[in-house]
Every structure is written in structure tokens, then in C-alpha cells.
């Protein structure tokens, strides 16, 4: 008998190496069974999942998928934080966004795990006038405020200047940013007439006589909200903080007090590893930036969970989507995390919904101890590579907006605008198709449910770059339907012809009856068809039956009053079968064209 030694791991040691080589014969395999004759490299390909911005996941990593010295935290180029101990000394800062007047919703975040105020203030949120009662029975020296004020920042900032002195806070003590951010007003409004020198004026005095507060907000929220692509927010932003380095510098402050005063915030979606590479790649951009000026700084951070893939239908499952959101902030290093409420995109959110988004980071800082590890993604294979050709990918933005004249002429000129739009064109033709599904919405609708209400938010301000949201195409068609509803008394129907046992039928039954609720047509599965009430029929069965019988029964329901049948199954030559649904169709625009054929407007 052999002895092994007690060190726990030889069972291991008694297997062989696997090798590369090994793996992808393996992979060769499962393709051949799926009718895919490819080999080596080609075999790897072919599970390889493309992104935007030209980027590609590959299925598998190893050691010899190299990427550029991170270094450590803290240090240059800060890809791994720009702080030495990251979130280990008590999470990242909790940030609570308040769009609306209420002293006792802010008092009830502060109480209750928020550590930080973001107040959305000015024509499109808070009035300036309010905020000695916003702000009443706030520890102003314990809890910084953010402030969102687009044009009116200059009297938001002295208004909060003046609460400060009046309640007796030493100028060391305030923390916060004022939120100045000419180009992300100009972003959203097309307002091009934002003078800078308040901006500039506000930045010195934060400067000399504020050491904890910064002046400026490089918001890049615009260009997400707009479309863009991982790789067209991390350009933007590090054009729009160029500009203000720029700015900053002509008005007499050194490049190194100029970088200190901003502030950058980003989107985090529940694409965890691209949240997780973009802000890792920000800061080694940004890293770049004021090396290239003579002053190499972090990037001080404030991540957003996306407004883009809030849904409004079934809006429960935001939550998920903003835990994996926030946790995807806190992994890739965030200073501070803002968490939306679930019923952010329905209007102003209520108690509840406040409760969940900011016990959100409480449960991963302080239950999920996600903050005790710095930098939990480092040496990932997969995040180090992804961070590498994600900064590549943001550089060469950059540069193309610097090419164009700066963020303000990219701006004015309408290309930024257009390139944003041409990347959303791509991406909402797989949200169409359903490559990029979105549940609750476009898979597992729930017809039946209640929608949830709410007391309106204040208007943002618009007129710049529009503002997308992953569900909007099926929201239109929802709309539609709830409208035929409210006139009618009825949803419009679709039959699901059943041919054959379950067993040959449920997979493209459940297929078509998810895909026909997604645009808020109800399938009806019991019954013969003359007595559902429907003027359209899907078959659903094998491909087997199909051949069989899918002609004659077509023929059959043409005979009974159909007016348009569809086949749940790869197009065919099946006469009397008008159209076919399947995997990859344009459920747009199948379910516009159904709705209206059946008249509902």
C-alpha cells in the first residue's frame, strides 16, 4: 500500500497535466455532434461570444494570455485601485441619488446605510431654495453631498458653501463634489452656453481653501444612457476630462490641482465582467492622461447601476439586475456605488424601493465581505485580458474625438452623436432577436401583471442625446396592447395548434407563447381554434410532424377562418403556412406586423 503524504494535496498530483491541445480535441468533438466540422483554433472560435467594440470572449483563458503589468494598488497605472487598501477599511461609499424635496427620505438613507448624498437639484430636481430643509438634521462635517445642478451649479455650490459655514463645519471637514460638468450638461441639453469661469473660480476655491470637496463631475452617464459601448463611455469621459485639465490649467491652477478636482462616474450593468474591466481600465487611462501631463493621479470613481436596462415591465427583476450590477462596482474597484431603486425607470421611487437599493451594498460589503478582498478580480486571466483590450479599445476613441477637435467640436458636430447611434442601432437588432434578452420583458413576460405606479420624478433635463432603454421596443408593442385592453375588454389572441404529444409539442409551444406575450398577445392553448376568439394560429410541433401533417392542418385552419398561420419551427415549403417564428427571428418586428394585421393601434 502507498503511503501518501499528509499535505492534503497529493491525490491531486496523481493526475495528469491536461494540455491545451487536449481540450480543444474535446471541444472538436461536442461541435461534430452539432454538425460543425472545424479543428484547432477554429474549433475555439466557434465558442467564442463577440462583444462591442470589436472585442471577443474566448471560452477559455490560460497563463499565456498575457497582459501589461497591472502593478499594485494604489499605484500606477491604479489598475488595480487607486487606493493602497481599496475598500478594506469599511466598503466602498454608499451613495443615495434624491431627485425630489424630502428631508425625511434623506435622513432615512443616512440612517440606514447610505454614506453619502447625491442631489439632483436645480429646474430638474431640488430646488436650490430647499436645500437648509433637505438637508436639515444632516451631519454635513459626516456625510458628503454630491450635487447635480446643470446650469444653476454656480448657486447650488454657494448655497451648500453657505449651509457648510452657517452650521459650523471646518473647511477640512466638507466632503462632497459640487458637480460641475459643462460638457455633460451640453451632452444632455445642447446647451453650448456654459461659461466656464464660475466652474474654474469654484475649482480654485476648492482648491486653496476646501481640501476634501472637488468642483467638477466628469459625468460619462450621457453617453452610456445614449447607446455607447463600454469603449465610447471610457472615451468620452477621458475627453471631457482632458478638456477640463485644460481649462483648469489656463485658469491658473496646476495640473495636479486641476486633475484633483474631478470626479468620473460611469454606468455598472449586469454585464459583470465588462463593468468590472471598465472600471479598472478607466483608471489606467486616465493613469496615462496625467502622466502624459506631468502628473501622474488616480481616478476617483462613482459607479451608477445603468438606467439603460431598468425595465418597466415586471420592474422586480431590477433588483437582481442591480446586485450583480453593484457587485460588478465593487469588484472593479469604485469608490462610491449609487444603486437605482428598482422602480427608477416608473417615477419617483418609493420607501421600499429606497430600503432595497441601499441594503443592496450593505448585504455585499457586510455580509458578502466583498470589500475585504482588494481588487477580487486581479489576475483573472480573462478580466486582465479584457482590461487590456478594453483600454485599447476606450484609447482609440479618445484619440478619434481628440482627431475631431475635443469633446466640445465631437459634440457640436453631431458625430459623436451619430457614432453612439450607430452602436445602439446594432444592439437593439439583438435586443429585436432576442440574442441580448431581457426577462420580464422580452423572455417570461407576465401578461397578467399589475403595473407598478408611481408619483411622477421630476423631468431630466433633454434635448441633447437621447436617453435608450433596453426594453423600449417591447414596451411600445406592451403599450399597444394595453391600450386594445383598456378599449376592448380583451387582449389580442394567437391560437397555439398543438400537433401531436407533449412530448413532440412543448419546446416550440413554450418557445411561441413566451415570444407571441413578449408583445402582449395572448396565446390560447386550450380549446379548438373557432372558439378562442383569435384570427392567427401557430403551429407548434417536431420537425417530423411538420412534415407530415403541418400542410394539411394549415390548409385546414385557412378553411375555418385563420387569417394568418404561423409555423414555431425554421422556415419551410409548407403551403397555406404564412410566416415562421423561431430562435434569432426578429420578434420586433413579427409582433408589430401581428399587431397590425389584428388592428391593434
Not at 191 to 201: I, N
Not at 474 to 495: K, N, Q, V, W, Y
Amino acid at each position: 500500500m502507498t503511503v501518501l503524504p499528509d499535505d492534503g494535496l497529493s491525490l491531486a498530483a496523481e493526475f495528469p497535466d491536461a494540455t491545451h491541445e487536449q481540450w480543444q480535441r474535446l471541444v472538436e468533438g461536442v461541435l461534430r455532434k452539432s454538425g460543425k466540422e472545424v479543428s484547432g483554433a477554429a474549433a475555439e472560435d466557434a465558442l467564442s461570444t463577440t462583444l462591442e467594440d470589436g472585442l471577443r470572449a474566448r471560452p477559455l483563458y490560460t497563463a499565456d494570455d498575457s497582459a501589461p503589468d497591472p502593478g499594485l494598488p494604489g499605484f500606477a497605472p491604479f489598475v488595480r485601485g487607486g487606493r493602497p487598501e481599496g475598500n478594506t477599511l469599511g466598503g466602498w461609499d454608499v451613495r443615495q441619488q434624491h431627485t425630489a424635496a424630502d428631508g425625511a427620505a434623506v435622513l432615512a438613507d443616512l440612517e440606514n446605510g447610505v454614506t453619502s448624498l447625491w442631489l439632483v437639484a436645480g429646474a430638474d430636481g431640488i430646488p436650490v431654495s430647499s436645500f437648509d430643509r433637505v438637508l436639515d438634521g444632516v451631519y454635513l462635517d459626516l456625510a458628503p453631498v454630491v450635487l447635480d445642478a446643470g446650469r444653476e451649479v454656480e448657486p447650488a455650490a454657494r448655497e451648500l458653501l453657505r449651509l457648510y459655514q452657517e452650521r459650523g463645519v471646518a473647511k477640512e471637514a466638507a466632503r462632497g463634489n459640487l458637480g460641475a460638468d459643462p460638457l455633460g450638461h451640453e451632452a444632455r441639453t445642447r446647451d453650448s452656453g456654459f461659461d466656464f469661469a464660475p466652474v474654474a473660480a469654484l475649482a480654485g476655491l476648492c482648491a486653496e481653501e476646501y481640501p476634501g470637496l472637488r468642483a467638477l463631475t466628469v459625468d460619462a452617464l450621457p453617453y452610456h444612457e445614449a447607446g455607447g459601448s463600454a469603449a465610447q463611455e471610457l472615451g468620452s469621459s477621458l475627453a471631457t476630462g482632458v478638456a477640463y485639465l485644460r481649462e483648469l490649467t489656463e485658469a491658473g491652477l496646476t495640473v495636479q490641482q486641476a486633475a484633483a478636482q474631478l470626479e468620473f462616474r460611469y454606468a455598472a450593468t449586469a454585464d459583470q465582467f465588462l463593468t468590472i474591466a471598465k472600471l479598472r481600465a478607466a483608471r489606467r487611462l486616465w493613469a496615462r492622461v496625467t502622466e502624459v501631463c506631468g502628473a501622474p493621479a488616480g481616478q476617483v470613481q462613482h459607479a451608477v447601476t445603468s438606467p439603460v436596462m431598468m425595465s418597466r415591465r415586471d420592474p422586480w427583476v431590477n433588483m437582481l439586475r442591480t446586485t450583480v450590477a453593484t457587485l460588478a462596482a465593487g469588484v472593479g474597484g469604485a469608490d462610491a456605488v449609487t444603486v437605482l431603486p428598482f422602480d427608477h425607470a416608473l417615477g419617483l421611487p418609493d420607501a421600499f424601493a429606497r430600503r432595497i437599493a441601499r441594503n443592496t451594498s450593505t448585504i455585499l460589503v457586510e455580509e458578502s465581505h466583498l470589500s475585504r478582498v482588494i481588487d477580487p478580480a486581479g489576475g483573472s486571466w480573462y478580466v486582465e485580458r479584457l482590461t487590456d483590450e478594453l483600454a485599447h479599445a476606450g484609447w482609440e476613441f479618445f484619440q478619434w474625438i481628440e482627431r475631431e477637435g475635443g469633446q466640445a467640436a465631437a459634440l457640436r458636430s453631431g458625430r459623436l452623436g451619430q457614432d453612439l447611434a450607430h452602436t445602439w442601432e446594432a444592439r437593439s437588432a439583438k435586443l429585436a432577436k432576442r440574442r441580448e434578452p431581457v426577462t420580464g420583458v422580452s423572455e417570461f413576460p407576465n401578461l397578467a401583471e399589475r403595473l407598478v405606479e408611481r408619483a411622477p420624478a421630476p423631468v431630466p433635463p433633454s434635448g441633447g442625446l437621447p436617453r435608450v432603454r433596453r426594453d423600449e421596443a417591447f414596451e411600445a408593442l406592451r403599450a399597444r396592447s394595453d391600450a386594445h385592453l383598456a378599449a376592448t375588454g380583451s387582449r389580442p389572441r394567437i391560437f397555439l395548434a398543438a400537433l401531436g404529444p407533449a412530448a413532440a409539442h412543448t419546446a416550440r409551444l413554450t418557445f411561441a407563447s413566451n415570444l407571441f406575450q413578449a408583445g402582449g398577445i395572448e396565446p390560447v392553448t386550450e380549446g379548438a381554434f373557432e372558439d378562442s376568439g383569435a384570427t392567427e394560429v401557430c403551429l407548434c410541433s417536431s420537425d417530423t410532424l411538420y412534415e407530415e401533417r403541418a400542410a394539411e392542418v394549415a390548409g385546414e385552419l385557412k378553411a375555418t377562418g385563420a387569417g394568418h398561420v404561423f409555423l414555431a419551427g425554421r422556415p419551410g415549403q409548407y403551403p397555406d403556412v404564412d410566416a415562421y417564428v423561431f430562435a434569432g427571428c426578429d420578434a420586433v418586428a413579427v409582433l408589430s406586423a401581428t399587431l397590425d394585421r389584428m388592428g391593434v393601434s
